[in-house]
C-alpha cells in the first residue's frame, strides 16, 4: 500500500507548504541551510547504509510499505525525505520562534 512512501510525500508537501504559505522565512533561498542538509544528508547516508544493509539488517522495511528503490546502497530514498521534512520544518520553527 506504500503508506512509508505517502507519509514522506505528505511530509515534504507539508513542509514546503507551511515554508512557503505561512512562515515565510526565505530559508530555501538561505546557503547555510542548503550547507546544513548536504551534512545532514552525508551523515544519514553512513547512518542509514549501515542500518538498513540488506546483508545484515538491523532495521528492515516491509516491502509492501515503500517504493522499493534503494540509493546508495540499500537506502530506501523515503528515508532521505523524511530527514529533509524533519530538518526544514525544525529550522522553520527556530527562525520562526527567533522572529517572535
Given at each position: 500500500?506504500?503508506?512509508?512512501?505517502?507519509?514522506?510525500?505528505?511530509?515534504?508537501?507539508?513542509?514546503?507548504?507551511?515554508?512557503?504559505?505561512?512562515?515565510?522565512?526565505?530559508?530555501f533561498?538561505?546557503?547555510?541551510?542548503?550547507?546544513?542538509?548536504?551534512?545532514?544528508?552525508?551523515?544519514?547516508?553512513?547512518?542509514d547504509?549501515?542500518?538498513?544493509?540488506?546483508?545484515?539488517?538491523?532495521?528492515?522495511?516491509?516491502?509492501?510499505?515503500?517504493?522499493?528503490?534503494?540509493?546508495?546502497?540499500?537506502?530506501?530514498?523515503?528515508?532521505?525525505?523524511?530527514?529533509?521534512?524533519?530538518?526544514?520544518?525544525?529550522?522553520?520553527?527556530?527562525?520562526?520562534?527567533?522572529?517572535?
Amino acid at each position: 500500500m506504500l503508506e512509508y512512501t505517502a507519509g514522506t510525500l505528505i511530509a515534504m508537501l507539508v513542509v514546503v507548504l507551511v515554508e512557503v504559505l505561512w512562515a515565510r522565512t526565505g530559508i530555501f533561498t538561505c546557503v547555510q541551510y542548503w550547507l546544513a542538509l548536504g551534512i545532514m544528508f552525508g551523515f544519514q547516508v553512513l547512518v542509514d547504509g549501515w542500518l538498513t544493509k540488506l546483508s545484515d539488517p538491523i532495521v528492515s522495511y516491509d516491502p509492501a510499505q515503500f517504493s522499493g528503490i534503494r540509493f546508495p546502497w540499500d537506502i530506501p530514498i523515503e528515508d532521505f525525505g523524511f530527514g529533509f521534512a524533519l530538518i526544514t520544518a525544525t529550522l522553520i520553527v527556530w527562525k520562526v520562534i527567533g522572529r517572535s
